[in-house]
């Protein structure tokens, strides 16, 4: 099917009998007082490995590519667009081997150093400590710094957030100043070290617990950052338990957790070709984290009853199989993408009274990218689009909501076809999110929404006709939001019909 005839078919879609529908049914409590969905849990996150910064953010003053100050134009752009919170720096497992003073003054002085984590490739560091301000300054987004804590020092440590923050007169202070920045930038968050549990020294949990103490001390300073804690790797239930114990050390513990379609990471799965078998089974893998946010956080409020430590899921998303030729963990983004970006989104604002923080794993050309470039050339792909669907959540209050759907068979598993999401936006309106994860069929969704109805109704639709539509180079877009219109009102119920495999955002006014 041409892009024209199916963006005519999808905008028609509401005038067209379903062959046939899931039928499912979602009541949402409007006048619950909601818990505040903090904006960071659309938050992005950025590590020096293959094409992510350089090429990707950065490319020079001298680049013939249209940039600001050496920052891609066309990525800034798109990036201001989705309202980014919080920007995730230097990695990931880079963090741990990434000494901050390689990256600061002239860059034709800086030394060249070798990537361990990824094929040793050489790094002329020309995007360091203050390009990287610069760059969340330039996007409006807040820091987070991960912190070097398998190779390097606390006193490093404390020197690099003293360089960053110091409006004094130290010899460090001058330094920043030295290098072209006056005013002290402000670090919002750091993290004590990335993945000790694995890349970030094979600890265990009671080697890492001294060395969170220790490092925090040094990092927090006199009105210093946030610190995240290095938490579990999926459902490393003990992790947690002991690295709870230390609870009044910091204020957030991570949580990483990718998806793999076939959950074996030998043979994750291709990003595209796949069959309907293995779209049903992403979406299992995917919804394993809301079992495991909810047994960690059981965990974390024996320790933390009042819930003053945050869950951050600062690595996130879908992981494939490397296809032939490709730069590192450069992978396609389709469909498939923008609805698990849409279903994680909708586990995170579930626990939204715990998790306070979510960083996606990658924001340009590594893993599941909201951009991709290719030379002078840039696409927005079909994860970006969710999270600007979605952008009207950051900073609303998200609402209790029940689901009835009947489920899809994964395997040995099963999945909801139906998944829906509420919240009542900080303008007073009613925000809902809807996934239907069906490859075939529509459905038709039956909301009652407690104290609401009648209110105006505005919508988006985000599918395309195969499970693995994705934008490309040079090509118009095939996956991108088109107004909705599948919605309406019927004896005190929001009625709505939606496509196969899609997404719909409401909002109601």
């Not at 990092?219 to 995240?228: A, N, S």
């Not at 279903?343 to 009274?353: C, L, P």
């Given at each position: 099917m041409k892009t024209g005839l199916a963006l005519a078919a999808l905008l028609a879609f509401s005038a067209a009998p379903a062959a046939s529908e899931v039928q499912a049914a979602a009541s949402v409590d409007a006048n619950a007082a909601g818990v505040r969905i903090a904006p960071e849990l659309y938050g992005q996150f950025a590590e020096q490995l293959g094409e992510g910064i350089t090429n990707g953010i950065w490319v020079g003053e001298d680049s013939p590519i249209p940039n600001i100050r050496g920052y891609r134009a066309d990525v800034v752009e798109a990036l201001k667009a989705l309202h980014v919170p919080v920007l995730r720096w230097p990695g990931g497992c880079y963090a741990d081997t990434?000494?901050?003073?390689?990256?600061?003054?002239?860059?034709?002085?800086?030394?060249?150093?070798?990537?361990?984590?990824?094929?040793?490739?050489?790094?002329?560091?020309?995007?360091?400590?203050?390009?990287?301000?610069?760059?969340?300054?330039?996007?409006?987004?807040?820091?987070?710094?991960?912190?070097?804590?398998g190779t390097a020092t606390a006193g490093e440590a404390k020197d690099w957030v003293e360089y960053v923050t110091s409006p004094s007169r130290s010899t460090l202070a001058g330094l920043r100043r030295a290098n072209g920045r006056d005013k002290p930038w402000k670090i919002d968050y750091a993290g004590i070290g990335n993945e000790s549990w694995g890349c970030g020294g094979n600890l265990s949990a009671?080697?890492?617990?001294?060395?969170?103490?220790?490092?925090?001390?040094?990092?927090?300073?006199?009105?210093?950052?946030?610190?995240?804690?290095?938490?579990?790797?999926?459902?490393?239930?003990?992790w947690t338990e002991e690295i709870m114990k230390s609870h009044d050390k910091f204020d957030f513990l991570s949580l990483h957790y990718y998806t793999?379609?076939?959950?074996?990471?030998?043979?994750?799965?291709?990003?595209?070709?796949?069959?309907?078998?293995?779209?049903?089974?992403?979406?299992?893998?995917?919804?394993?984290?809301?079992?495991?946010?909810?047994?960690?956080?059981?965990?974390?409020?024996?320790?933390?009853?009042?819930?003053?430590?945050?869950?951050?899921?600062?690595?996130w998303g879908t992981w494939y199989d490397s296809a032939p030729g490709s730069t590192a963990l450069r992978q396609e983004n389709t469909l498939?993408?923008?609805?698990?970006?849409?279903?994680?989104?909708?586990?995170?604002?579930?626990?939204?009274?715990?998790?306070?923080?979510?960083?996606?794993?990658?924001?340009?050309?590594?893993?599941?990218?909201?951009?991709?470039?290719?030379?002078?050339?840039?696409?927005?792909?079909?994860?970006?689009?969710?999270?600007?669907?979605?952008?009207?959540?950051?900073?609303?209050?998200?609402?209790?909501?029940?689901?009835?759907?009947?489920?899809?068979?994964?395997?040995?598993?099963?999945?909801?076809?139906?998944?829906?999401?509420?919240?009542?936006?900080?303008?007073?309106?009613?925000?809902?999110?809807?996934?239907?994860?069906?490859?075939?069929?529509?459905?038709?969704?039956?909301?009652?929404?407690?104290?609401?109805?009648?209110?105006?109704?505005?919508?988006?639709?985000?599918?395309?006709?195969?499970?693995?539509?994705?934008n490309v180079f040079g090509a118009a877009e095939e996956v991108r939001p088109v107004p909705f219109g599948g919605a309406r009102w019927s004896a005190g119920k929001l009625r709505v019909s939606m496509p196969a495999k899609s997404v719909v955002v409401l909002t109601l006014k």
């Open positions: 990434y000494h901050w003073r390689d990256g600061i003054g002239p860059r034709a002085k800086r030394p060249v150093t070798l990537n361990h984590w990824w094929g040793n490739n050489e790094e002329n560091n020309a995007f360091g400590t203050h390009e990287y301000f610069d760059f969340a300054e330039l996007i409006g987004a807040r820091t987070f710094l991960s912190v070097n804590v009671e080697q890492y617990a001294p060395l969170l103490r220790t490092y925090g001390t040094f990092v927090r300073q006199d009105h210093g950052p946030k610190i995240v804690a290095v938490g579990p790797s999926g459902d490393d239930y003990a793999l379609p076939t959950g074996d990471w030998a043979r994750k799965g291709a990003a595209t070709g796949f069959s309907e078998a293995e779209w049903l089974a992403t979406f299992a893998q995917t919804r394993r984290i809301d079992e495991m946010i909810a047994r960690h956080s059981t965990i974390m409020d024996k320790a933390d009853p009042g819930r003053k430590v945050a869950l951050a899921v600062d690595e498939r993408d923008a609805l698990v970006a849409a279903t994680n989104f909708h586990i995170f604002q579930r626990h939204a009274e715990r998790v306070r923080m979510a960083n996606i794993a990658q924001i340009v050309n590594v893993l599941q990218a909201v951009l991709l470039t290719d030379g002078a050339r840039m696409v927005r792909t079909p994860t970006f689009y969710a999270f600007l669907m979605y952008r009207p959540f950051q900073g609303g209050s998200a609402l209790p909501v029940q689901v009835e759907s009947p489920r899809l068979s994964a395997g040995a598993t099963a999945v909801p076809a139906l998944d829906v999401t509420a919240a009542r936006g900080q303008d007073g309106s009613i925000l809902l999110g809807l996934v239907n994860v069906d490859p075939d069929d529509s459905a038709a969704v039956d909301l009652s929404i407690a104290g609401v109805r009648g209110r105006r109704i505005s919508g988006q639709l985000l599918t395309a006709p195969a499970m693995d539509s994705r």
